[in-house]
């Protein structure tokens, strides 16, 4: 196991970052897969995604948001408001959805009241809702004003070299995640699903360069690994709504199952696929970051992620599959819907389940909701190998 993936994936003031900070690398945080880590990268700053964990109660988020929007902008709000991203010197916020692209806004008001909580460089990215023509050449043109909105305000030079060094680097660590993805396929796999949970997340908040390192240790430790984890569980694969909760993983793995992969935002959700090392690195980075429709909130492109869910199901030979949406998340609480149907269709158990984001879960209705998914499968044990 690796006890700097697992701090990593528990904690928001990550010490490699805080020290880095203190050594005067620039630390900027953003709160979307479809933001291009590469760009900072090539800037030398370090992105950071922004999480809301170790929230314990709603007080600010609840007062700049209102009660009936999903948690997890709330809780990254309130983590801004109690100073837990002190040490960032930037913050990129995207359209992700509704209630993500309020984060702007309630952020700015926030700030006004909390001295201390606006960092120097607050910025938003909007993002389209499809990946091709107009949509394709509007996002490649929000690419290039954030360069020069991240070049003027650090007074910094990202040039065509520099984002092509960035993206040879990236796809490096993409062909390492490929490959942790692969071991957890075996039958029997030798890493647990929360190993590998803590893993995905913590590339998200670790510098590359650090994170590739580790990745490759832990995996060569697996690789050399006696005992198999997965004899005799039942092997679970879980998606839906943006997902950081090492806590759900646990939780499913001590009940005696094996989660095998995930279709979340910090999962295997487009994290192995390879931008382009030849053309234009902005028009490469554009066209990675857009395709694919890995999102609900991407319009149009329900059969493609359907399919490539499935194909995931498939290939990881799980027995099941759990569809997790945080509470008032209508994107995925509205497919998780079309899911069920057509997990039913394949012949593949599921089960919905509707919960609070990370820390404000009910652990306790979680666990009884898993507890009765399990001795369903257990009854009719199937393996959807490919």
Same mark, same amino acid.
């Given at each position: 196991?690796?006890?700097? /993936? ?8 990550v010490?490699e970052?805080?020290?880095l !900070? ?12 479809f933001v ?6 090539a ?8 999480r809301?964990?170790e929230?314990e109660s ?11 929007v999903?948690?997890?902008?709330k809780a ?13 010197n930037?913050?990129?916020?995207t359209?992700?959805c509704?209630g ?8 700015? !008001?926030?700030?006004?009241?909390f ?22 050449e509007w996002y ?14 650090f007074?910094?030079s ?11 680097f990236?796809? !490096?660590i993409r062909?390492k995640?490929?490959e ?8 029997p796999? /030798?890493?647990?699903?929360?190993e590998?949970?803590?893993?995905l997340?913590?590339r ?5 360069d650090?994170?590739?390192?580790e990745l490759?240790?832990l995996i ?22 943006i ?7 646990e939780q499913?793995?001590? !009940? ?12 295997m ?5 390879m ?16 395709s ?17 869910i499935?194909s995931m199901?498939k290939?990881t030979?799980?027995n099941g599959v ?10 995925h609480?509205s ?30 209705r979680l ?7 399990l ?12």
């Open positions: 196991m690796s006890e700097l /993936f697992k701090k990593a994936a528990n904690s928001i003031n010490p970052i805080v020290e !900070k203190n050594k005067g690398v620039k630390i900027v945080g953003h709160t979307c897969s291009p880590v590469e760009i900072f990268y800037a030398d700053i370090v992105p950071v995604r922004l809301g964990i929230t709603m007080s600010i988020g609840d007062a700049y948001y209102g009660p009936f999903c948690s997890f902008p990254v709000l309130q983590q801004a408001g109690k100073g837990g991203f002190s040490f960032l930037g913050v990129v916020i359209s992700g509704d993500m692209r309020r984060l702007d806004e309630c952020w700015r !008001k926030m700030s006004t009241d001295e201390g909580t606006m960092p120097g460089l607050f910025t938003f990215l909007d993002v389209p809702h499809k990946p091709h023509d107009v949509a394709l490649e043109s929000r690419l290039r004003k954030l360069i020069k909105t991240i070049e003027n305000h007074n910094v990202i040039t065509d070299e520099k984002l092509k060094n960035a993206i040879s990236q796809n !490096k062909v995640i490929r942790l993805t692969d071991l957890r396929a075996e039958n796999v /030798f890493i647990t699903g929360t590998a949970f803590e893993a997340i913590a998200t908040v670790l510098p590359a650090i994170f590739l390192e490759s240790r060569e430790e697996v690789k050399n690994r006696k005992e198999p984890v997965s004899d005799g569980r039942k092997r679970l694969f879980v998606t839906g709504s997902c950081d909760d090492i806590g759900l993983v499913i793995e001590e !009940k005696g199952a094996i989660v095998v992969g995930e279709s979340v935002c910090y999962g959700r487009n994290t192995t696929e931008v382009s090392e030849t053309e234009d690195p902005v028009s490469a980075l554009a066209s990675h970051y857009l694919g429709s890995i999102c609900p909130r991407m319009f149009g492109y329900y059969e493609a992620r359907r399919d490539a499935i199901v290939e030979g799980a759990i569809m997790q949406n945080i509470r008032f998340c209508d994107l609480g497919e998780n819907g079309l899911l069920e149907r057509d997990f039913e269709k394949e012949g593949i158990p599921s089960v919905r389940i509707e919960k609070e984001y990370g820390p404000l879960t009910d652990k306790g666990r009884m909701r898993v507890d009765a998914f001795e369903q499968i257990g009854r009719k044990r199937r393996s959807f190998s490919a």
